[in-house]
């Protein structure tokens, strides 16, 4: 597509609730990434893909969090047994096979706003 | 890790008024530096970014950013705001062999016409 897509945009599930939140990124790009954001924070780095490389998993908050990618297409992130502090809108990003140390350039998605009641 | 500070989160001026908002990260080796901007209702984009050379960096729309090693801090400025202009403005860095990019929390900027 013509840029990264996520999905769902918007969210609300009840504490307790498994959710999986979707990432497809611009075709080509081997990097991305996914970012939360929480109301008035800064965007917090959770996890990173780069071509078939291992991951690097070291933002995830807790083992509830996971993701997975297929090759170099979609991303799914997965929340389980959300908590309220869950809350927050989670963005994806992909780079191009230089990454964003080469290029400093993420194209980011719009984003997919969770509400955990 | 490294770390990224912006200061004064919410920033309302008028048309015309210059704009500066603060970076300073903190890690001493070399470091990669970005400012993105989302305007209200679309993603995150990049503004502008530093790898190397010229200090003094030129970027869309209008605005500059000046980095300073000595003050670990990476300025963002614009000498005349737009009503266009009104976004969250973040500031990002990457260190040398990490594609990790760490963000400030961000500035508010309402441009008020």
């Known amino acids: 597509g013509a840029g990264v897509s996520q999905s769902p945009s918007n969210k609300v599930t009840e504490k307790g609730k498994d959710v999986e939140l979707r990432c497809d990124p611009i075709s080509g790009h081997t990097a991305l990434y996914w970012y939360r954001q929480r109301l008035g924070q800064g965007l917090e780095f959770l996890i990173y893909f780069q071509g078939n490389s291992a991951p690097d998993k070291s933002g995830l908050p807790s083992d509830r969090f996971s993701a997975e990618r297929t090759g170099e297409s979609v991303s799914t992130l997965t929340i389980q047994r959300t908590q309220q502090e869950d809350s927050a809108v989670y963005l994806c990003?992909?780079?191009?096979?230089?990454?964003?140390?080469?290029?400093?350039?993420?194209?980011f998605g719009e984003g997919s706003r969770l509400t955990v009641l | 890790a490294q770390s990224v500070s912006q200061h004064n989160h919410h920033v309302i001026l008028s048309e015309a008024a210059s704009l500066e908002l603060g970076c300073n990260y903190s890690?001493?080796?070399?470091?990669?530096l970005f400012w993105y901007v989302q305007y209200p209702g679309q993603h995150l984009q990049l503004l502008l970014k530093?790898?190397?050379?010229?200090?003094l960096v030129k970027g869309i729309k209008g605005f500059e950013a000046e980095f300073i090693k000595s003050k670990f801090s990476f300025n963002l400025r614009k000498p005349s705001v737009q009503w266009s202009d009104t976004a969250e403005y973040f500031c990002?860095?990457?260190?040398?062999?990490?594609?990790?990019?760490?963000f400030g929390k961000g500035n508010q900027v309402v441009v008020i016409p």
């Open positions: 990002a860095v990457t260190t040398y062999g990490n594609n990790r990019l760490a």
């Open positions: 530093y790898f190397s050379g010229d200090p």
């Open positions: 890690y001493g080796g070399t470091v990669n």
């Open positions: 990003a992909s780079s191009s096979p230089r990454g964003a140390q080469r290029t400093g350039e993420l194209f």
